[in-house]
């Protein structure tokens, strides 16, 4: 858990690292990766941002729906593709450009934060959704872009929002299976957690 909450985080900040030295897989197979994250009938018409051979966050293939969908960071431990409401995409832009200039993840949310507040920066008038599908480097082929048993969880931006808006808890209940928690509430980057439970080996589907 604690591992999909950073890379939540790292998302959120629009976190994009080098990927110098590191092997960048084809543009069709970070494609048909990347959108296993989004529900399967929006993904033949999102839009997919992906890595170019130089690790730069560029436009695959641009879409016809809402949804924008992030490839695998290839420099990064792990397998983890993302789709995301177009509407975040400001928000997900700026935080890259912060990244870029070397600020601290800490700095990114403040800067964000006080941008947000004075409206420079555009943020979702609704609740936007984000998708976020993972799974361990030896159950996923790069090349070919096949994946094995992988585990996709739900967030829903929501800026602004609180426990007493929502009813929702600030922290995850142990004692209940899967229940909605919101994440940094009251600010810009407020989000609603939803993780379902993982199968358990053995387990028939």
């Known amino acids: 858990m604690k591992q999909f909450f950073a890379f939540v985080f790292a ?9 110098q030295g590191t092997a960048i897989p084809p543009v069709e197979s970070q494609i048909k ?6 529900p399967a009938d929006k993904r ?19 879409g016809t729906n809402e949804l ?13 593709v993302s789709c995301y409401h177009r509407d975040l995409e400001p928000f997900m832009t700026r935080g890259r450009e912060l990244r870029k200039q070397g600020m601290s993840a800490n700095d990114i949310f403040e800067t964000r934060e006080k941008e947000a507040k004075s409206g420079k920066l555009t943020l979702p008038k609704q609740p936007a959704s984000l998708f976020v599908f993972s799974a361990p480097d030896e159950q996923v082929n790069a ?20 426990a007493e808006s929502t009813g929702l808890p600030i922290k995850p209940d ?3 299976v899967a229940m909605p ?16 439970p993982r199968a358990k080996a053995g387990d028939s589907k």
């Open 181 to 196: 928690w919101i994440m940094h509430p009251g600010t810009h980057g407020a989000h609603i957690m939803i993780n379902p």
């Open 174 to 176: 142990q004692g209940a």
């Open 11 to 19: 998302l959120l900040i629009g976190y994009s690292a080098q990927s």
């Open 44 to 62: 033949e018409g999102a839009t997919v941002l992906g890595y170019n051979q130089k690790g730069e966050v560029v436009t695959l293939r641009k």
């Open 143 to 162: 090349r070919t872009g096949e994946v094995a048993d992988g585990y996709l969880r739900y967030v829903v931006y929501i800026p602004w929002a609180t």
């Open 33 to 38: 990766t990347a959108v296993l994250a989004a």
């Open 68 to 80: 924008i969908c992030l490839a695998d960071d290839p420099s990064q431990p792990g397998f983890s």
